[in-house]
């Protein structure tokens, strides 16, 4: 009889190397003639305001279906895998892997959804253990756990994407990645179901990591179909002996899921918060742009740091009294600040009037007139008049915020943000039949 079973894992990577996709891959490849898959493998990025977290706190879930010692199989090579395969030396690497079979506790599934936007305990997850259908390992201290319950607890059932990730050959890793960057630019004209493959306004390919991981390119878009378009259209000078596409909850906002008043906010989790700008935005050092917003139970400042670019720039238009939702995550106080939004997106819902008060005109020789002084009215400068009761002249000044949603550049958007251009994209209840994941994965692993 054949029996479904979940595996997940995380923090097998280091900010020198390796990659959790990777190792997935590799993974794919060992157990992909034993069993059936029942999704794409699943990328799930989890709150990214957490401190512990190598590049973008990405877990991977499988979920598959297999005879009994087929799953064994699996669950041995999975093991062996992430033994071995993780950058255990680093000492902010502390892998961990979930096996669930058949059903997925409803627990599990809550703790994925906390998983999004607070900061859990390895101990708290743990707890799963107890669980007669779920196995955990921990390798160090394991925190890795956390993130393999997270995604696996995490189906994907509403919006999601695509990204079809690249390897290069080992003997690579740490080199430059060497492409035609013109085939970059035409791939993104011929796929506009891909997204945030170029920077136009930072003139940046976006599609190519920087780091001396194994990933030489990673192209996002709505549709598998689309995304492996792109892929045969770059062309890259160099050997990529493999590929594999995920489904992930990249790009989709998911970890702004809960709105807290600012006397809840505690740091490291992602918060969304309605509230008034109470403090008019400033520039400190370092270019960053600081402002202060309040609701009824208490006052906070937002910051929006140098790497956002021109976003600081809209975000300085802001003024006292602008109504306005902040999404962001809490940086705990230091000795240097206090807690602080860190400003990942924000949606103005009601700008202030802007209005500019003159000094009215002379009824009887036209000059300007001058205050009188406070509560006296004003006097003509030249012929002497008084005016007691004339007030002054309003003339209303347009603001050059718009009631909107406002953005960093991509280049300072986190893996979960929603761009702008997937606004009114959803891809809700698009999953794929069983079968046609199988014939693709099949193709992907074959080349
Ligand atoms: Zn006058």
Known sequence: MKKVLYIGFDDTDSLRGSCTTHLATLIIHEIFDQVSFLDFPNLIRLNPNIPYKTRGNGAVALRIEGE??????????VIDKVKNLSEVDDENTNPGIAFVENIIPKEIIVHS??????????KEAEEFSSFSNVEI???????????????????????FTYEHLS???????????????D????????????????????????????????????????????????????????KLPMQMVFRTNQHTNQHFSEKFSINELKPHISAIVDAEVTKEPRYIEGSHLIFSVSDSTGIIDCAAYEPTKRFRGQLSKLRIGDKITVFGGIRPAEKSHQMTINIERLKIN??????????????????????????????????STKFRELLPNVTEIPRELKLK??????????????????????????????????????????N
């Open 350 to 383: 009601e700008l202030v009037k802007n209005n500019k008060l003159e000094s009215p005109f002379c009824s009887n020789c036209n000059a300007r007139l001058k205050s009188a002084g406070k509560n006296k009215g004003y006097k003509c400068p030249k012929c």
């Open 405 to 446: 949603d406002y953005l960093p550049p991509m280049i300072a958007q986190r893996h979960l943000t929603k761009p702008l251009v997937r606004k009114n994209r959803d891809n809700t209840s698009k999953q794929k039949q069983k079968i046609e994941i199988n014939n693709i994965l099949a193709d992907l692993v074959k």
């Open 68 to 77: 009994e010692k087929d799953l064994e199989y699996c669950k041995e090579i």
């Open 113 to 122: 959804q906390r998983a999004m936007w607070d900061v859990i305990s390895i």
């Open 183 to 238: 085939s970059i630019y035409s791939a993104d004209k011929e796929t506009p179901l891909t997204f945030n493959n170029i920077d136009y306004e930072y003139d940046s390919i976006m599609i190519l990591p920087r780091g001396a991981d194994p990933v030489f390119t990673g192209i996002r878009g709505e549709t598998v179909e689309e995304v492996r378009k792109a892929y045969s259209l770059i062309k890259p000078l160099e």
């Open 137 to 159: 390992i921990k390798f160090k201290l394991g925190r890795g756990i956390i993130g393999a319950l997270g995604a696996i607890g995490n189906p994907l059932k509403g919006d």
């Open 167 to 181: 390897y290069r050959e080992p003997k690579k890793f740490g080199t430059k990645r060497l492409i035609d960057s």
